[in-house]
């Protein structure tokens, strides 16, 4: 069998994530700060980090927590906010990794379509006024995990009103914002709310300086972040300060803004030569091309198994991830491409691959 080509998983291929940079960073961390860089801090992570993730965002040091990835700032989050058969929004599709938590946590989960420009809000707000309103409604705003969809600032705003109205908080959890490439940069909905506390706002290094750093956050109101700060604590005391002190020397020595366009750009070419790929070998699929982020969202005709297509592409070396992965029901016939893990002579290849794996499916199949 050839060597597997993976569109599965969504991560930095080595070649674009700045070895030298994290190298002189760590020296750095360990000149400026050898005390806080090696002990055990506090909960709410790094302190100087902490710091520096507030004034990004023009909020308070009390309005952050620093975690050991954003994914366990949502389980700090989930830990708090969702109790047994609390409705929970999320969109259609999902990360099935917080499809997976809210399950854990016995929730009530209402799928509600995602559409091209984000979540459809009309749909959200005709849930709220038929008497279930979510405790929580879960947003990937920006290239969005796993459609690479982007939610419009008309959503946006939408959202804001809808949250408002009927009294539920939005968790905006917004890893790829700073990964785009193409179109129109968005504000946040944490900026839109202007602090009226309808928003709680996650986002993390993993994709912009590199995934095993492990260092995510939260944004939100102080009293949220107070009590959230209890549950880190009984958890581990403290998060990883080695690593956050790292990620801090490199935000603050410019590291980020390199290795940001670094991403941006290859991501970008990747995208390009996915899409002619998949139109020149695949022509049966259809898809949104992202502005930015990792991901793409393949739709195939009615009737294509998923599954099947899964097991005939692993025969042929090439990986992604079945659309039934990302809902509670459906998406037989979809697919999550990953352009990130990928080089760009590594695309041609495994789209050419897929095809033939489509190809060999039967006609119930495929």
Request: net charge negative.
């Amino acid at each position: 069998m050839p060597d597997t080509i993976s569109f599965a998983r969504g991560a930095p291929s080595l070649d674009i994530v700045d070895i030298e940079g994290l190298k002189a960073a760590a020296a750095a961390a360990f000149d400026a700060d050898p005390g806080g860089t090696t002990g055990y801090g506090t909960s709410v992570g790094y302190l100087p980090l902490r710091t520096w993730i507030a004034a990004q965002h023009g909020v308070a040091p009390e309005h952050v927590l620093v975690t050991n990835g954003s994914m366990q700032a949502d389980a700090f989050l989930f830990d708090h906010l969702v109790s047994d058969g609390d409705p929970v929004v999320v969109e259609k599709p999902t990360y099935d990794r917080t499809l997976l938590g809210l399950k854990g946590r016995g929730a009530d989960i209402h799928m509600v379509e995602l559409e091209g420009d984000g979540i459809d809000t009309a749909a959200l707000r005709s849930l709220c006024e038929s008497g279930t309103v979510p405790k929580l409604a879960h947003i990937i705003p920006n290239f969005q995990n796993p459609a690479g969809y982007t939610l419009s600032l008309e959503k946006r705003r939408e959202l804001l009103v809808l949250a408002e109205e009927f009294g539920f908080l939005i968790f905006e959890d917004d890893p790829y914002i700073a990964i785009r490439f193409a179109g129109e940069e968005l504000p946040t909905m944490l900026e839109l709310d202007e602090g009226k506390g309808n928003v709680v706002y996650a986002s993390s290094f993993s994709k912009t300086v590199c995934p095993g750093a492990r260092v995510g956050y939260l944004v939100g109101a102080p009293d949220l972040i107070k009590a959230i700060q209890g549950i880190a604590t009984n958890t581990y005391i403290a998060p990883n300060m080695f690593a956050q002190s790292i990620v801090y020397r490199f935000c603050v020595d410019g590291g980020l803004d390199r290795s940001i366009a670094t991403v941006k750009a290859a991501l970008a070419e990747r995208v390009q030569l996915l899409t002619a790929a998949l139109d020149r070998e695949l022509a049966e699929a259809t898809y949104q091309a992202p502005e930015g982020g990792y991901f793409m969202w393949v739709t195939l005709p009615e009737g294509t198994d998923v599954a099947a297509l899964f097991t005939a592409a692993a025969e042929r070396g090439v990986a992604f991830v079945k659309g039934t992965d990302f809902l509670l029901e459906g998406g037989e016939n979809s697919l999550r491409l990953a352009y990130s893990g990928v080089t760009a002579d590594q695309i041609d290849e495994g789209v050419s691959r897929l095809a033939d794996a489509y190809r060999s499916l039967s006609p119930v199949t495929a």
